[in-house]
């Protein structure tokens, strides 16, 4: 994207002086209750996280990684978990780099912010020469494969990035993406549910810090989707700002998370000579809002900062401590105690809402039930298999597949054949099932697969 159709030209909109509009206690906590040192474990002090951006090309600069190590608890891969640099070829997925981050997070005892499953930049060429379709299919099964991979360790995925348009429409941006049908948002958040039921779902975006025409169109998706069921449980504030967040930007945090998900800063970074006050300010909106569960900043210094020349971050090209920084931690560290907070553990998944087909008979100890998200041309089935009234060791699940159907991946089971009358048994891992509990396996396949069965037995 170009720096100038962001929100770069929003300072003068965004004169107030934000911290007496937010009317957020200023108080600091007295250092006689052992304010916190780093940024990590301040913002642990009310349940929330502090994290950052992470360029895997600079895991092996020692003042980066000791700055990473010390001050950040999440981290969010900068450009390695997008599509170009997963699928770089169609069906060929390369997770080299992505990985090369998740595991320096989880060996320092760090979460994962997933960025991003679906975004009409840095498509790989292939894609970008796509349409209809046949994009539509690539694209979930992009959803299913990535998120599969990195299933069970990602605290949040940003599974659709930056579809809105700027400006006062308040719709969709056009794309290919968007021209396979309105409906790719939320077959893409089903598709992320199902390949991984752990992970929150967000939708991220960027000039939408304030209550404007975008953000409104967003708020208005959200809503649309918590009717439907459609699962989400994140919205992404970028807020990548100039001098100032806007005054209603503590009120815009507020409006998403009364809808019933929770709001992250997932992109922060903050140019012009009033950087300290405005990232202190940013930083109280999170604290005052109980559902805005963290923080990310773009990158770690100045020089590791995609706005170049802007000095938009919180470390000098040395890896110097900014007055921004201490701004931040100040405010981070006049969090009360009480500051209410919402578990950070995964959201129970929400029931989806496409057809279920009715529980089959138990004809060996278990029952299956299909779940499908379907669209024009393929589909996910999340199956569900419970154990009747004693427990199963081992599991066995067929699903006639209509006619044109065929499997094309699948997950937490093995399956013979992928056409007509398919059967599936247990992996390793979820053979054991306790009587009445329940385990999910799942497949995506093309064409259409409405009104599939599943019949349970025990093996
Ligand atoms: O910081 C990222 C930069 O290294 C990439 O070149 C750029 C490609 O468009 O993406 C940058 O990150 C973007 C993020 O993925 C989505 N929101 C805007 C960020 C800044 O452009």
């Known amino acids: 994207m170009k720096l100038t159709s962001r929100s770069f030209s929003r300072a003068a909109l965004a004169s107030a002086f934000l911290a007496t509009t937010l009317g957020v206690s200023l108080v600091l ?36 990684v000791n700055i990473l190590n010390r001050e950040f608890n999440m981290v969010t891969a900068e450009n390695e978990m997008k599509w170009d640099a997963t699928e770089p070829n169609p069906g060929q997925f390369n997770y080299s780099s992505g990985d090369r981050i998740l595991n320096h997070a989880v060996s320092n005892g760090k979460r994962v912010r997933g960025h991003a499953l679906l975004w009409y930049q ?18 979930m099964n992009h959803v299913t494969q990535v998120a599969t991979h990195y299933r069970g360790k990602i605290y949040a995925w940003d599974v659709v990035n930056e579809a809105f348009a700027d400006g006062n429409s308040g ?34 975006d960027y000039n939408t810090d304030g209550i404007n025409a975008k953000s409104t169109g967003i708020y208005n998706m959200v809503r649309d989707f918590k009717a439907r069921g459609v699962p989400i449980d994140c919205v992404g504030i970028q807020s990548h700002l100039t001098n100032n967040a806007p005054s209603d930007y503590q009120a815009n945090l507020q409006r998403f998370a009364d809808l019933g998900v929770d709001v992250q800063i997932t992109e922060l970074d903050i140019s ?9 300010a940013v930083t109280r909106a999170c604290l005052a809002v109980a559902r805005c569960t963290g923080i990310t900043v773009w990158g770690i210094r100045d020089t590791d900062s995609w706005r170049t020349g802007q000095n938009p971050l919180l470390f000098d090209g040395s890896g110097n401590k900014k007055a921004a920084y201490n701004s931040v931690l100040a405010a981070l560290n006049a969090a009360t105690p009480t500051t209410p907070t919402t578990p950070t553990t995964p959201t129970t998944p929400t029931t989806p809402t496409t057809p279920t ?13 299909v779940s499908l998200n379907s669209w024009n041309g393929g589909f996910v089935a999340t199956v569900k298999v419970t154990a009747g009234g004693t427990p199963l060791t081992g599991w066995r699940v067929t699903t006639p597949l209509p006619g044109g159907a065929a499997v094309t991946s699948s997950w937490s089971a093995g399956n013979s054949g992928t056409t007509g009358n398919v059967s599936w048994s247990n992996v390793s891992y979820n053979g054991n099932v306790p009587a009445g509990q329940s385990t999910e396996f799942g ?17």
């Open 122 to 139: 840095q498509e790989p060429g292939w894609a970008q020469r796509m349409e209809g379709a046949g994009l539509r299919q690539a694209m």
């Open 272 to 280: 012009g000579a009033n950087q300290a006050n405005a990232y202190a």
């Open 357 to 369: 087909t009715p529980t089959t008979p138990n004809p060996g100890g278990c029952t299956a039930s």
């Open 171 to 204: 719709g969709r941006r056009d794309s290919n993406l968007q021209r396979t049908g309105n409906d790719w948002i939320e077959a893409a958040f089903r598709a992320a549910r199902a390949a991984d039921p752990g992970a929150k779902l967000c939708y991220n």
């Open 29 to 64: 906590a007295s250092s006689a209750d052992g304010a916190a040192s780093t940024l990590g474990a301040a913002a642990a002090q009310s349940g929330r996280y502090f994290g950052t951006a992470v360029a895997a090309g600079k895991l092996g600069d020692s003042t980066y």
């Open 443 to 459: 497949f995506q396949g093309t064409g259409s697969a409405e009104g599939l069965t599943a019949t349970c037995s025990a093996s």
